[in-house]
């Protein structure tokens, strides 16, 4: 009996690890059923996801850990094919929007891009590096670029946007909650909170990588959605399949 509740309580933590939810898998590793809970299978999973979720919360609050950073500076390919790219062209262009931030912006290509719709993008990121040759890249542009934690876009730039880009952010942020409000306060009265997210079914297709890749810390179910923007003014809650056929989420809404 002992041996499969162990087998079991395991599959229900990498499942967890594996399909976006972190936060959640270290919660429930740290909860484990008394029986079972001093297990060194048990205890090893609990160490593991302990160790990675220090790593990064390392890399959000100083860039590196351990004198390293997360990726390279790449483009996605075919920037003009990407579903959420193009939802956003034309939402900026029916909405009218001039000034909008760009939260994770990585390579600041969103920026680059929409520079030639004649809308400014200011990009911000925590990888020190990265936000350094986006700003390089984006020279003669309208997009400019600051390294930034996005819990802290908010007080460093109250009220100045009227629109604030999240695309596929949410996800890797220990409190969801502060990052949303954070972004909602840099926004203009009337102005637009613009999102992506990726969808707990489209969770289920993702590949299967190592501990030590993974990045997604919380995955957003329909009720989790509705729990943080059902409320919203103006709101659109759409599943949209991206550019691969995997369905995210897709938000806008009004402050």
């Not at 009220?159 to 220990?174: A, K, M």
């Not at 009337?190 to 030590?212: C, R, S, T, Y």
């Amino acid at each position: 009996m002992k041996n499969s509740l162990i087998e079991s309580f395991v599959e229900v933590i990498e499942h967890l690890q594996n399909r976006g939810e972190m936060m959640k898998a270290y919660i429930v590793c740290c909860n484990a059923p008394s029986y079972i809970e001093e297990d060194k299978n048990v205890t090893a999973l609990k160490l593991e996801l302990k160790k990675r979720l220090e790593e990064l919360s390392g890399m959000q609050n100083n860039g590196t850990y351990h004198g390293k950073f997360n990726g390279g500076f790449v483009d996605p390919e075919d920037k003009e094919k990407i579903v959420k790219y193009q939802m956003l062209k034309e939402f900026a262009k029916a909405k009218e929007l001039k000034s909008l931030v760009d939260v994770g912006c990585f390579s600041g290509w969103i920026g680059r891009g929409l520079s030639l719709e004649g809308i400014k993008v200011h990009g911000i990121d925590i990888h020190p590096v990265v936000i350094q040759i986006a700003a390089f890249a984006a020279t003669g542009t309208l997009a400019t670029f600051e390294y930034l934690p996005a819990q802290k876009l908010g007080n460093a730039h109250y009220g100045e946007y009227d629109g604030v880009v999240l695309f596929d952010v949410l996800e890797h942020c220990f409190d969801t909650e502060i990052v949303i409000k954070s972004c909602e306060d840099s926004l203009q009265k009337d102005g637009w909170m613009i999102i992506n997210l990726p969808h707990v079914e489209g969770e289920q297709v993702a590949n299967i990588h190592p501990l030590k890749d993974h990045e997604h810390l919380y995955s957003f179910s329909p009720t989790r959605v509705k729990e943080l923007f059902g409320h919203k003014k103006n709101v659109s809650i759409q599943e949209v399949k991206n550019e691969k056929d995997v369905i995210n989420w897709f938000i806008t809404y009004q402050i």
